[in-house]
């Protein structure tokens, strides 16, 4: 009778579900409990305190006392500073978004057509991004300054200099190409890899079909592009909303160059130390700004159903 070696019957049954050791549940509550103590610290316990501050009268050092929507009042009525700030926002979204962004995608075409140089062009443009806001407003300063800047001497204007950054009809818009100059940079390499990514195919089908270049751009390639044109906005938004280096370095948000981020900060670590009329305006900037942010993740949940 030939022997059989003898072998352990297969299983058939399935795993249940691994249980987590102790040391598993520590990683884990580690991994996930680290960063959420942080996004509560650092995020969501400042805008919860904001919100419930802007309703209070507080210099930092007193008794905390109740004043109700009197902060939010006085800021829309009785705070001169407050519209034109409003309005120096909405001018830096628009400028950004309807002029320095279309120009960046201007410049990401024609470098992405294999332009002469274009290496040479696409580094020396993306250079301003790598600077600080801040840092653009000096740049501002010596390009723009009444006495010595470098605008003025280009202009032969030595005898009747003009005060590009003390004008506050003039300053608004030198401090938004010198913002743009750094925008346009950023949101030219976001389409330029955007480009890269575009199929050939659809561009030849296109010219076999008789489309123009601009036809082809316009319906075939920029239609493509809607996953980058969504960054490039959400960046745009925040780019205006947050500017504060450019203008406080050049005159501290002042003489026409106001903006809601320059409010806050000079109200609540100024002299004034008014910290509750502070976080009201705050309050002001992040109604604003959850405004973009709901509508911008309204568009993707609907474009993600209709995918």
């Not at 003039?170 to 925008?183: C, E, F, K, T, Y």
């Not at 604003?288 to 209709?306: M, P």
């Amino acid at each position: 009778m030939p022997l059989h070696t003898a072998r352990p019957a297969a299983r058939t049954g399935r795993r249940g579900p691994r249980r987590f050791t102790r040391r598993d549940l520590a990683v884990l509550g580690l991994l996930l409990g680290i960063p959420i103590l942080l996004d509560i610290a650092l995020i969501w316990g400042p805008t919860l305190a904001s919100i419930g501050l802007s309703f209070t009268t507080w210099d930092g050092i007193g008794d905390i006392e109740w004043a109700g929507s009197k902060n939010y009042a006085t800021l829309f009525t009785d705070y001169p500073q407050f519209w034109p700030a409003v309005r120096n926002n909405l001018l830096w979204l628009g400028f950004l978004g309807l002029v320095a962004t279309p120009f960046g995608l201007f410049l990401a075409v024609l470098i992405d057509k294999g332009v002469r140089f274009s290496r040479f062009y696409q580094s020396t443009l993306y250079m301003p991004v790598v600077l600080s806001l801040a840092i653009v407003g000096f740049i501002a300063q010596l390009v723009f300054s009444r006495d010595q800047g470098a605008l003025n001497a280009v202009l032969a204007n030595q005898d009747n200099p003009v005060d590009w950054l003390g004008n506050p009809d003039l300053n608004i818009w030198m401090v938004l190409l010198a913002a743009a100059w750094r925008h346009t940079g950023y949101v030219m390499i976001l389409y330029l890899a955007g480009l890269k990514s575009v199929d050939a195919s659809l561009k030849e089908a296109a010219a076999i079909d008789g489309a123009s270049e601009t036809q082809t751009f316009f319906r075939i390639v920029l239609p493509t592009l809607r996953p980058v044109n969504v960054i490039v906005g959400v960046i745009t938004v925040i780019e205006a909303l947050r500017a504060f280096d450019i203008v406080y370095a050049i005159n501290k948000g002042r003489n026409g160059l106001e903006l809601l981020s320059v409010l806050v900060t000079d109200n609540i670590i100024g002299e004034a130390s008014r910290i509750g009329f502070g976080s009201a305006i705050a309050v002001v900037l992040l109604t604003v700004s959850l405004g973009f942010i709901i509508t911008y993740l309204v568009q993707e949940l609907r474009g993600e159903k209709k995918a």
